[in-house]
């Protein structure tokens, strides 16, 4: 069975402590619980986490959904988002299955990142290396005031943003992860997974964002 | 609510007091709250537009097309592919809004179906036995400057009660059976609770269902250009399954289809020509004979836990292409007895799909000599040829020939039932048990001429199996055209002190022709091996050689 994988790269740089920090652990909650009760998103989708606060750190390797269990993580530190982004091409490579005259490759992985500042790390590098690998498609969210939206357009096209860093965005955003993640699962399911990479794919492929999320 | 427009007439009013008719709505209500309470422990912060969508229900009262007052829920509980869902206020109905606009000829398409369309099939002879193997569209709504169909709610069986293993650890209590759930090895063998899983007898049943209802459309000159596990609700446990968004419909030359299909059902010759224009005249669109191509895959699926088209073949290093090569244009059954290539390579099969997801262990001929032939004519000369293809027809006869020939297994067997081969020493395919008793069968011959020959069919004996009035004279099908008083059992068969007898309840006129004499209703007459009995003296009445097995 043909996997698709699903790196969520989440910032936990100290400006996330309180609020913000907890509303993230909600939601990869609900995240979890939603696609455990889809059945197609049973049948392929697997998820890894990446956080960066001080450190970029896989917190969670790529694992069946059925396993996953969601981290427990804290905010500290400054915000390596260059450093994440490197370690998610180097999991990617590692992790994803190539095709082989024995076995059918895994759909190209999703990647999703969330950050409420800006890069405490060089950005550039880790965008080379993340453009080395074969994404589906990546979407960065600018979570709050001081998140810079026009420097995650540097790593992906795909860019939303949420103007509040309170709960009620927050979730909103992770719901649409998990719609996003379920509807391309069904797709893909069906084979019909907009491979085209980041250069193809666009957010229109995507279910249409609560009112909390701003579209770019 | 930004939802609700002017031009209607909103009321606030108390969820609670709203009429909620069935469990499954109230289950779902509970979930929502208890998991947005824990959210706002979790992080101390009281969401406040969240809590006030749960506490309180906007009303949304509007007229329908035909001109009847409709009070729905301003906020949809459930969004689908294409539509955002909401409950009318009695939850007997649902208002399915389209979220993009709809145009003249979409609106045109609609008006057909909750019109002509709907009465020709509801307002015809049988009519009232189509309403529970469909959810069909009733009614138009424009509000808002969106268009939305009422369609009735489904009913409380197509919503999981037990839901999954270890206390419903996936959390799908209260929600939709779709038929993902029951089509996966992982999903159905590993996940539902045993209690969800239904057996091999209440598949079949169900997916007669399933062919019956598309046979009607298909009768009416309708195709629904979407079926798959989404549209197509399957309750194992009470073996119903009812057809649903019925909004697509396609009519050759009249109503042209929306949707391409949803992949792993689109037939190949639609995957493959899916790149060219649609008034390419190349291009092959949902019609029913694409239909016909889903459902066979739905019913192999339901039968065997696996795709008929997904093996260990490799097209391409791309993920997508190769994909859309396998559905498409180089699709090749798995199980094809020539070209092996497709053939599932055993290694690639996660743990719980070692056995059923291996046709080398679980070939589809045990679904025997009625519905083998079909599965070759779909997958094998259906791929390339889609005259080839059964028609829902022959797949509802197929199934019901085949629920007569099924036998039960032994307790904890995981396909409960298996079909009898006719041969001397039945086992099942699946956990190996023989039977410990005569198992008798009952070839069925029909009236040729002024001779009784066999008709192809055959009854399997097994311990209170029933005889109704179509095992005994062809004049009767179980279908929408039987009334609803000849439905009952004729006669019944039991084993009892070593010896197996039939009980005649109603068969007028039976006889036990090796010994010349009546068997009168209300009395029996014990099997023995060799013996002939008619069941009916009408002209298409059945006359039947018993056979026994496992001597």
Known sequence: ?216 | MKTVKTRAKTVKTRAKTANTRTKTVKIRTKTANTRTKTANTRTKTTNTRTKTANTRTKIVETKTISGKTIAFEAIHFASGGMKDVHYTTDKANVVAFFRDPVDRRGMERLKSIVGPYREGIFQNDGGEYWSELFRWPTDIVEHGGRVGVVVPAYEPHFYFKTGSIDNDTLNIKGKEKQGKWFSTCRNHNKLLHPEERGDWLSRIRSMIRVSRAVRRMHAAGLAHSDLSHKNVLIDPVSAKACVIDIDGLVVKGKHLPDVIGTHEFIAPEAVATSHLDRNDPKRVLPCPVTDQHALSVMIYMHMLLRHPLRGGKKHHDDPATDESLAMGKRALFIEHPRAHSNRVKPKQLRPEERKWGDPDKIPYTISGPYLTPLFKRAFVDGIADPRARPTPGEWELALMRTLDMIVPCAPGCDMGWHVHDGSNRPRCPSCGHGHSNQVPLLEVHSKRGSRHTPNGTRIAVWNKKSLFRWHADSEFVPNERLPVDMWGRVGYMQFHAGQWFIKNLGMEGMRNVSEDCEIPVGEHVFLKPGQILLLSPGERGHLVHVKMTNQ
């Open chain 1, 1 to 216: 069975m043909r996997r698709l994988p699903i790196y969520i790269l989440l910032d936990t740089s100290k400006s996330m402590e309180g609020e913000p920090i907890e509303s993230v652990k909600v939601g990869l909650e609900t995240l979890t619980t939603t696609l455990r009760s889809d059945p197609h998103a049973l049948e392929t989708a697997h998820i890894s986490i990446i956080t960066f606060g001080s450190r970029a750190r896989q917190v969670v390797p790529l694992t069946d959904i059925l396993s996953f269990q969601p981290p427990d993580i804290r905010a500290w530190g400054s915000t390596p988002m260059g450093g994440a982004l490197s370690l998610v091409a180097d999991r990617i490579r590692d992790e994803v299955r190539k095709s082989t005259p024995d076995q059918k490759a895994d759909w190209k992985p999703l990647v999703f990142l969330m950050t409420d500042g800006i890069p405490t790390d060089h950005l550039d590098s880790g965008v080379a290396e993340l453009r080395k690998v074969k994404t589906g498609m990546v979407v960065a969210c600018a979570a709050g005031p001081n998140a810079d939206k026009d420097l995650l357009m540097r790593i992906t096209e795909n860019v939303v943003s949420l103007d509040t860093l309170d709960n009620a965005s927050i979730s909103a955003f992770f719901k649409w992860i998990s719609a996003s993640i379920s509807a391309t699962s069904q797709k893909v399911d069906l084979g019909k997974q907009d491979n085209k990479g980041d250069d193809g794919a666009t957010l229109e492929d995507l279910p249409p964002p609560p009112p909390e999320i701003n579209l770019h």
